[in-house]
């Protein structure tokens, strides 16, 4: 082994030892929390019916959660609060004391801030008295609280401001990190080029502009206000797992200016100046996973560490192409170098390997976020993140094209052995001449398909940014079922409306209202329900209903077995010789 293969080998090991202390230090400061927050349980339950007022409104949720102004809100059927507004977080459970309330119907709405910093929502309805004008379970009620549910989706240009944050803050580190890799690992002759400061100017502009925008605009994003954000949201951001990851962010970026500008202002930079840039960078390329779904979830350390290194390869490749277009391959066809330096070879090289690394951590990340591969389809996140796929295949491809370039442009001759030395041959007169590459043509070439590359490179950053902030597909597709699940069946004469809450297998609390066909209140002589299974050969299983009014009747705590599309058959007694059986289904999660 030679003294430069030494050094090698002892450089590599430097750096697999600085990533383990930046990664392990991460994994340490994340403090993962078990999952994407869910809700499991609701005190009242929904669709509950209360003889007296509950003393207060309590969340059980997956993990801890975060929670900022107005997370719980109590509205009666008139879409007035009733609430007192004072929430209190214990662990993983939201509480809110309540005043006392009179009889009637009353729907919750919630919002609060997951461990990945995403705010989920829901509401639930729930009844006080069992002679109220409006069941809790009635469609009116029940399209009510979905009206007040989503009045506090938030507005949508605050939602797409924290959108474009991200974007930013990802395209900002491409540049960043990449055009200082460049530099370092790839063209150390280009630290003097000011197409290479722009670049790695900009990127620093672009990460600082999307860290600071996105700790002001995520208050009202988290709160689900439509207006701008103010310092008292600002400051309740500030408490939150995403404030803390942005403010260390900002940090970070303070350490990588200083450290640029100690690379480009001076002619050298000592050894420390590597481990320094080396552990910010890391650190820099950490803190999307931190505050978002890598933190949260099974396997989170190694989630965290393949989040890493998923973004760093990322920057790597997509800084370096920018900067690879920007500098060395505008410099040859501008000037009448004959033929391009090695650095596209080292670059090549290189991208290979981030190709290699971000396909194995973004293998690994999909099996984790997604699951199975109907959930590619059926969920929002499985559709963003098929889109991202087919941007990196198509980029895949150009990147073939584009090494099949660099091969012709650094390929060379070997050198031929004198006559007298071992081996020597005579030359073979048929073999052909090598072909004349016209390298300038073949730059000029490589430097459109890098154009384009580059293009699709940004195409992927902003789906990664609208992928982040989606819910993972395994959340989704396990917290499907809503508050409550129903179905109206009718006939010219009558229509049935049931409802199940929480509509998830276990114990539900089933409703059941009749109706006129035109949805006039109409009670009937005696009801009977049933729910069955056929394709589990479940047979029909009579559900137990008292009743509350007229035309309702209650049916609490009854047990579903198993998830899935359940028969349901309702037979009304209309008169004493009429009772006709109407079906329908209702899916359960």
């Known amino acids: 082994m030679n003294q430069s293969q030494r050094f090698g080998l002892r450089r590599a090991r430097g750096v697999l030892a600085l990533l383990a202390v930046v990664l392990g230090a991460v994994v340490l400061w994340a403090s993962p929390a078990s999952a994407h927050a869910s809700l499991v349980e609701a005190t009242p339950a929904p669709g509950s019916v209360l003889t007296d007022s509950p003393a207060a409104i309590e969340l059980q949720f997956t993990e801890s959660v975060e929670t900022n102004s107005g997370a719980i809100r109590v509205y009666n059927t008139d879409a007035n609060r009733v609430d007192n507004a004072g929430v209190s ?152 797992r995403f404030g803390q990851v942005g403010v260390a962010r900002l940090a970070l970026l303070a350490a990588a200016g200083v450290l640029t500008y100690w690379l480009f202002a001076r002619p050298a930079v000592p050894r420390v100046w590597y481990w320094l840039a080396g552990a910010v960078g890391i650190a820099l390329a950490a803190t999307p996973g931190v505050a978002g779904h890598a933190s949260t979830g099974e396997w989170v350390p190694i989630a965290l560490v393949t989040d890493t290194l998923h973004v760093s390869a990322m920057a790597l490749w ?38 290699g690394v971000l396909i194995v951590t973004g293998a690994f990340q999909t099996w984790r976020q997604v699951g199975s591969l109907d959930q590619l389809r059926s969920t929002d996140y499985g559709r963003i993140l098929v889109v991202k796929l087919l941007l990196f295949v198509v980029m895949l491809v150009i990147a073939a094209f584009a090494r099949e370039t660099v091969f012709r442009l650094t390929w060379r001759e070997p050198d031929e052995p004198d006559a007298d030395e071992p081996g020597a041959t005579e030359p073979d007169a048929a073999e052909p001449d090598p072909i004349e590459i016209d390298s300038a043509k073949e730059v000029r070439n490589l430097r459109r398909s890098v154009g384009v590359e580059i293009i699709f490179a940004l195409m992927v950053l902003v789906t990664t940014a609208v992928l982040v902030n989606a819910v993972p597909a395994r959340t989704e597709a396990a917290g499907s079922a809503q508050g409550a699940v129903g179905v109206t069946l009718k006939n010219s004469e009558v229509a049935v409306d049931i409802t199940a809450a929480p509509g998830v297998s276990g114990r539900n609390d089933i409703h059941v209202n009749t109706f006129t066909p035109a949805g006039s209140p109409r009670d009937v002589l005696e009801i009977k329900v049933t729910f069955s299974f056929p394709s589990r050969r479940i047979s029909a299983i009579d559900v137990p209903l008292r009743r509350l009014g007229p035309g309702h009747y209650y049916s609490p705590g009854f047990d579903v077995p198993l998830a899935g599309a359940w028969r349901v058959e309702a037979t009304p007694q209309l008169s004493e010789f009429e009772e006709p059986t109407l079906a329908g289904q209702i899916k359960f999660g």
């Not at 469609?139 to 009045?151: G, H, T």
């Not at 100017?201 to 996105?214: E, I, K, N, R, S």
């Not at 277009?325 to 080292?346: E, H, K, S």
């Open 89 to 240: 977080v214990t662990g993983n459970t939201v509480r809110m004391a309540l005043p006392s309330l009179p009889d009637g119907s009353y729907i919750t709405t919630w919002r609060v801030i997951s461990g990945d910093s995403h705010p989920i929502r829901g509401a639930f309805t729930f009844q006080v008295g069992e002679s109220v004008d409006q069941s809790a379970t009635s469609r009116k009620v029940l399209n009510l609280a979905d009206r007040l549910l989503a009045s506090r989706g938030g507005g949508t240009t605050v939602g797409a401001v924290y959108g474009v944050t991200r974007a930013l803050i990802f395209i900002g580190l491409a540049l960043l990190i990449g055009g200082v890799a460049f530099v370092v690992l790839i063209d150390r002759a280009a630290r003097t080029s000011q197409r290479i400061h722009r670049i790695v100017g900009l990127g620093f502009f672009l990460t600082v502009l999307g860290a600071v925008v996105g700790l002001w605009v995520y208050g009202p994003y988290s709160a689900g206000l439509s207006g701008g954000g103010s310092f008292s949201l600002l400051n309740e951001t500030l408490g939150t």
């Open 318 to 355: 997509i800084g370096g192409l920018v900067a690879l277009a920007a500098v060395t391959l505008t410099a040859f066809v501008r000037t009448t170098v004959p033929d391009p330096p090695l650095v596209l070879n080292r670059f090549s090289k290189m991208a290979m390997t981030c190709v």
